[in-house]
């Protein structure tokens, strides 16, 4: 059984590099969903408010019979929770779901800089940290900017930024911001998202044969070896399980040059100055 390696974030706790991600599955796909993952090695896993889904984590969890100890759980709070004590409601309400007493790590699902509520939703973040209800803090979906204004006014530095990436979506920049001040960077949406095109390109098929993988995991492989965290959504057993294998394998310096054709440019992806809920 593989199981992903660990990285260590600005608070000293680690995060397997590789999860699974769970949107947009239900509760009873996902419950079946986190029970075939952590079968097959999988020790963290992704939800989100917004993805309605938290029971079903919870319940695949429990019916995993793995130690909670052993797990990385990450939830969002989306707009709905940004502010004070919404915050906190927010929180509450997932742990009631999941069934559980901390989340390994709490992100503001976006920073949605129009309502301008993010800085006053960290500083609770701040909070629930030091009463050991979320571990680790962080955002998703900020930009350079958004992390600005909480680098200044606020005292915790995030421990992840889980943003849109792959191989046509790099965000160097922003990959650069959050290394530069002791931001893990995450990719969502790694293999390109469900219905994207990303996987047909040919130089995947062509580096998969090379290595004996496929497309999937050759992205996969781009992304730990640039030291992202990286959480592929599968809801079939098979691929999931294939997902993981990508630590028994390294694509050469050439591999990742033409893999950089694949680069849509500095626009590509979503804008979170636009986007968001
Ligand atoms: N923070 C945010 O705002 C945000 C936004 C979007 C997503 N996310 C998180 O990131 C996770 C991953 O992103 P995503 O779901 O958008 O996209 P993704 O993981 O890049 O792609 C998922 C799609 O790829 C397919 N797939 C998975 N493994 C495959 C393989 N080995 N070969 C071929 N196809 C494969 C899946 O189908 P099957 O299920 O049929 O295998 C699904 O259609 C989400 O589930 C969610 O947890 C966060």
């Keep these: 059984m593989t199981i992903s390696p660990l990285i260590t974030l600005n608070d000293g706790h680690s995060i ?24 097959a090695g999988y020790r963290h896993i992704d939800t989100a408010v917004k993805y309605g889904n938290e029971e079903g984590v919870g319940n695949g969890i429990r019916a995993s019979g793995i130690d909670r100890g052993e797990l990385f759980i990450t939830t969002k709070l989306d707009g709905e929770f940004q502010g004070q ?3 906190v409601a927010g929180l509450e309400g997932s742990l009631s779901r999941l069934g559980l007493d901390y989340v390994d790590l709490l992100l503001i699902h976006w920073p949605l800089p129009g309502r301008d509520e993010f ?19 962080g955002v998703s979906n900020f930009k350079p900017a958004h992390l600005e ?15 849109q990436l792959s191989p046509a979506v790099t965000r160097t920049a922003d ?8 931001i893990v960077t995450e990719s969502y949406s790694p293999l390109g998202g469900s219905g994207a095109s990303l996987l047909q390109a040919p130089i995947l098929t062509q580096l998969g044969e090379k290595y004996g993988k496929t497309p999937a995991q050759v992205v996969l492989r781009w992304h730990i070896e640039q030291g992202l965290v990286v959480i592929p959504k599968s809801a ?10 990508v630590f028994d394998f390294a694509l050469s310096p050439q591999d990742l040059a033409e893999l950089a054709d694949l680069d849509e440019g500095p626009g590509a992806g979503n804008d979170s100055d636009r986007t968001g809920h």
Excluded: C, Y
């Design 236 to 245: 079939n057993s098979e691929r999931m399980r294939q997902n993981l294998e």
């Design 119 to 137: 800085v006053s939703t960290w500083k609770t973040f701040e909070r629930l940290q030091a009463e050991g209800k979320a571990r680790s803090i």
């Design 149 to 163: 204004r909480l680098l200044a006014e606020t005292d915790v530095v995030p421990a992840v930024n889980q943003i």
């Design 85 to 87: 004590d919404r915050a």
């Design 16 to 39: 397997p590099q590789l999860g699974l991600g769970t949107w947009p599955l239900d509760d009873r796909q996902v419950a079946t969903a986190v029970v075939h993952a952590l079968e």
């Design 175 to 182: 990959r650069e911001f959050d290394s530069r001040h002791g």
